[in-house]
């Protein structure tokens, strides 16, 4: 019976260094080979989906951490930040000297110093790994030359908002904002233990699934979900097979319905082995 499996990027089809491994290209070749359905689910928004991902081929997309879905190439659904809702934010962040960027489907917006510090995660984690220069390189600084300074930051096409890593502790954005919005701490692990994401209320990969499942007509009973952050933590419950990652947070894993082996371990190829994905 066709399969529909929800894939999200980092830390689960993409590892540390912004790489997906050969095995987990294989999986996805192979099992859409076979007739089943797979889509990105990502905490990331269409504009930092790069073409080396997406060359992968894949049926369709649910991006923003579930604020955006797109069906067959077309847009389903995508859902906003208020200009004043950004504004509110972004004036928080200003007072306490956080920089960020904006996540939007045409690029992402940086604020003044973000690009000069993400430069400096990126310095770090090649020093931490000097045996994967050239991983690093090729998967993460293509998101380094796409973030934008300069332009405009009060929007109105704003999916998320990324904030670093800062002396603010996490706790006090969450305590700001956490009634009104959703607030993830370290969404990428790189950008420091006080970074985190802000997305709006109400929203998230579940939420998203549970369209494209409508549109679909498929039940979740024969849904796939794979991931290993804290803004997977929904899609997993949601769906029949939530799989964690084994590099996943512990939390996550304890939500899961199974846990496969690590990125790099070849997790995902494994896991779509086990539950007959391939054929």
């Known amino acids: 019976m066709q399969k529909i499996i929800f894939l999200d990027i980092d830390g689960t089809l993409v590892n540390e260094k912004g790489m997906i491994p050969e095995s987990a290209k294989l999986a996805v070749r192979k099992a859409r080979e076979n007739g089943h359905i797979i889509y990105l689910c990502t905490g990331r928004s269409r504009g930092e989906i790069f073409d080396d991902i997406l060359s992968v081929g894949f049926d369709g997309l649910i991006g923003g951490a579930g604020c955006y879905i797109e069906v067959e190439k077309e847009a389903l659904f995508h859902e906003k930040f208020k200009k004043t809702d950004a504004q509110q934010i972004l004036d928080f962040f200003y007072e306490k000297g956080i920089d960020f960027y904006l996540e939007t489907n045409t690029g992402l917006f940086a604020s003044e110093k973000c690009k000069q510090n993400v430069f400096g995660f990126?310095?770090?984690?090649?020093?931490?790994?000097?045996?994967?220069?050239?991983?690093?390189?090729?998967?993460?600084?293509?998101?380094?030359?796409?973030?934008?300074?300069?332009?405009?930051?009060?929007?109105?096409?704003?999916?998320?908002?990324?904030?670093?890593?800062?002396?603010?502790?996490?706790?006090?954005?969450?305590?700001?904002?956490?009634?009104?919005?959703?607030?993830?701490?370290?969404?990428?692990?790189?950008?420091?233990?006080?970074?985190?994401?802000?997305?709006?209320?109400?929203?998230?990969?579940?939420?998203?699934?549970?369209?494209?499942?409508?549109?679909?007509?498929?039940?979740?009973?024969?849904?796939?979900?794979?991931?290993?952050?804290?803004?997977?933590?929904?899609?997993?419950?949601?769906?029949?097979?939530?799989?964690?990652?084994?590099?996943?947070?512990?939390?996550?894993?304890?939500?899961?319905?199974?846990?496969?082996?690590?990125?790099?371990?070849?997790?995902?190829?494994?896991?779509f082995e086990k539950y007959g994905l391939l054929g």
């Open 122 to 271: 990126i310095a770090k984690l090649k020093a931490n790994n000097p045996e994967f220069l050239k991983e690093i390189e090729k998967g993460i600084m293509p998101f380094y030359e796409a973030l934008i300074e300069g332009e405009e930051l009060i929007r109105e096409d704003i999916n998320k908002i990324i904030f670093l890593d800062s002396t603010t502790p996490i706790d006090s954005v969450m305590k700001e904002f956490e009634a009104r919005y959703t607030v993830i701490p370290s969404t990428v692990p790189v950008f420091g233990s006080n970074s985190g994401e802000i997305s709006l209320l109400g929203i998230n990969k579940a939420t998203a699934i549970e369209k494209v499942l409508t549109r679909l007509n498929i039940t979740k009973e024969n849904a796939f979900a794979y991931g290993d952050s804290f803004n997977d933590i929904e899609m997993l419950q949601f769906v029949q097979h939530g799989i964690a990652m084994g590099n996943a947070h512990e939390i996550v894993k304890s939500v899961a319905d199974d846990i496969t082996e690590t990125v790099d371990e070849n997790g995902i190829y494994n896991s």
